[in-house]
């Protein structure tokens, strides 16, 4: 199957009569491509996710209009510009909380902010970006709450939502390019933590974090 789907292949879905379009669980929609869908009423569907009816967005049910709190370093200003741009495509609202251009800056200053966020519940879920995702990820994760997870794949970012309940993902600049970054984001965040045996073990671990945040 394609990797992208754009406004053209919509067109020549319309014009062989075509009213849906099945995805795999990796391709992504461009917004134009999402648009025309939208208006010639055609409908994507994507394997194993449930869609909203002809909007093209792989936005869980739940999540749907779902607010990110996104931030980068320097390194990663670009990515964090695209998945902004990306995000707002596929429905969620998105809170910037820099870098604002290439200027050299600090990556815990922004990290921090991203993992605040989450962990006072003023956003659904985290994202953040340096140039490995390894020193964002450091960061964040001494805040109490936070399970951030560095991924650099898409069964990396499943695995991150089904065993660990990320609530923040990493993510390298220098480590994944854009197409690979925004499947790795549609999919965190569209997968949903596995519990059973894994409920089980998030509990120990924030066993373990109570237990040092008392001293």
Request: glycine share 10%; proline share 2%.
């Amino acid at each position: 199957m394609k990797k992208l789907l754009t406004e053209k292949d919509v067109l020549k879905a319309n014009k062989d009569g075509q009213r849906e379009i099945l995805l795999d669980a990796v391709t992504l929609v461009t917004p134009s491509a999402a648009d025309a869908a939208r208006r010639l009423g055609i409908v994507l569907k994507r394997e194993g996710e449930r869609f909203g009816k002809l909007t093209g967005r792989a936005v869980a049910a739940k999540e749907a209009g779902a607010i990110i709190s996104l931030g980068s370093d320097h390194a990663g200003f670009r990515l964090k510009e695209f998945l902004k741009t990306f995000l707002a495509g596929e429905g969620y609202q998105v809170v910037d909380r820099g870098a604002f251009d290439e200027t050299p800056v600090d990556y815990p200053d922004i990290a921090l902010q991203v993992a605040q966020d989450v962990a006072r519940r003023r956003t659904v879920r985290g994202i953040v970006i340096d140039g490995a995702g390894i020193g964002s990820a450091i960061v964040a994760n001494k805040l109490p709450g936070i399970r951030a997870a560095t991924c650099a794949s898409v069964e990396a970012a499943r695995n991150s939502r089904e065993h660990n309940d990320a609530n923040i993902l990493a993510l390298g600049s220098r480590m994944v390019d854009q197409e690979t970054a925004a499947q790795i984001v549609r999919v965190w965040l569209t997968t949903d933590f596995g519990g059973g045996r894994h409920e089980r073990r998030i509990k120990k671990v924030e066993k373990i974090e109570r237990r040092y945040l008392r001293g």
